[in-house]
Nanobody
């Protein structure tokens, strides 16, 4: 069982930066792939970024590539999402997710554990 708690969301202006954190409980954090997803009102949950168990491989949605960076600190059981050059269309609830599989999926249905989400609002 893995419990995830996101933090770091807030209200910012277009062009600003935010860093989201996701703290995981348990001693098996490093054996889980980690992902960030987001869901805007009236839209389906969508893939944002994911990172392999070691942190050596990262994957991004085209819409955030070059602006967002995912990273993890296995010693601190934490995964981060650094978001630069934020746009109003990045406004959503951001969720972190974990799964013990070795294959990284963009499908949220493939992830077993989820946090409660943190709101990110970007004003124009």
């Amino acid at each position: 069982q893995v419990q995830l708690v996101e933090s770091g969301g807030g209200l910012v202006r277009a062009g600003d930066s935010l860093r989201l954190s996701c703290a995981a409980s348990g001693r098996t954090f490093s054996s889980h792939i980690m992902g960030w997803f987001r869901q805007a009102p009236g839209k389906e949950r969508e893939f944002v970024a994911a990172i392999s168990k070691s942190g050596g491989s990262t994957y991004y949605a085209d819409s955030v590539k070059g602006r967002f960076t995912i990273s993890r600190d296995n010693a601190k059981n934490t995964v981060f999402l650094l978001m630069n050059s934020l746009k109003p269309e990045d406004t959503a609830v951001y969720y972190c997710a974990a799964d013990p599989n070795s294959i990284i999926y963009r499908d949220p249905g493939k992830y077993t554990y989820w946090g409660q989400g943190t709101q990110v609002t970007v004003s124009s």
